[in-house]
């Protein structure tokens, strides 16, 4: 069945330093989507990619859709506390998402 | 514009109890998914409703199951509770559920099963 993979499952990274979470699916995705969990809260949808290699930035945050469209990642530039968070891809085919397993991020200042 | 409500927030139950979680979607949203959230699992979709019909469905057990009004409201049930049903249960709505649309979630219902 459909599966999306995301890596890493934590990071721990000093305030100031890039962090990069990846998502594969194991099929070819419409389209991708973002959100970012804060503790104790719910999904917040950041961003949409659709295009095949599409790249957007928001900010520090660059989001990229791979080429075969089965693969994506979200970098973050020179983190902030503010961004403490689970990161979650959601691939979609047809009208159904298949979320990743999230990426957890914590910030050290 | 007032965002997904859902409600109770949280929720203790025993084994073999059933319990209806609602969810109130944004005002002019059609689709409502469902979504079960475990540490282990992580976010896993139990389905997903427009205009009162079922459109798509995870892999869950006939015991969970749901149905939504006409006024887009949606409820969801879990009957004979396992210790496994322990999760965080979210909605999420949005216009028309194309995947394409942005999905807004709601707060979610903690549910502990003991």
Same mark, same amino acid.
């Given at each position: 069945?459909? *599966? ?6 934590? $990071?721990?990274? $000093?305030?100031?330093?890039?962090? #990069? ?15 970012? *969990? ?9 961003? !949409? ?14 989001? $990229? ?13 020179? #983190? !902030? ?29 | /514009? ?10 203790? /139950?025993? &084994?073999?109890?059933?319990?209806? +979680? ?7 949203? &059609? ?6 959230? %475990? ?13 009162? %019909?079922?459109?798509? /469905? ?14 887009? &409201? ?5 009957? %004979?509770?396992? +210790? ?25 219902? &903690?549910?502990?099963?003991?």
């Amino acid at each position: 069945g459909q *599966q999306v993979m995301q890596i890493p499952q934590y $990071q721990h990274v $000093q305030e100031g330093e890039d962090f #990069t979470t990846y998502c594969n699916s194991s099929t070819t995705l419409s389209n991708i989507q973002w959100y970012k *969990q804060r503790p104790g809260g719910h999904p917040v949808f950041l961003i !949409q990619l659709v295009k095949s290699g599409e790249v957007k930035k928001q900010k520090r945050l660059t989001f $990229q859709f791979g080429e075969a469209k089965k693969n994506s990642s979200l970098h973050i530039t020179a #983190t !902030q506390t503010t961004d403490v968070g689970t990161y979650f891809c959601a691939g979609n085919t047809g009208n159904q998402f298949y979320f990743g397993t999230g990426t957890s991020l914590t910030v050290i200042p | /514009k007032a965002g997904v409500t859902q409600t109770p927030r949280y929720l203790i /139950k025993t &084994r073999g109890q059933q319990v209806t +979680l609602s969810c109130s979607p944004i005002s002019g949203h &059609r689709s409502v998914s469902w979504y079960q959230q %475990t540490p282990g699992q992580g976010l896993q979709f139990l389905f997903e409703y427009f205009s009162e %019909t079922q459109r798509n /469905k995870g892999n869950f057990p006939g015991r969970f199951s749901g149905r939504q009004f006409s006024n887009s &409201r949606s409820e969801m049930n879990v009957s %004979t509770l396992e +210790l496994g049903d322990s999760a965080l249960y979210l909605c999420a709505s949005s216009w028309a559920g194309t995947g394409q649309e942005t999905q807004y979630f709601g707060p979610g219902t &903690r549910l502990l099963v003991l």
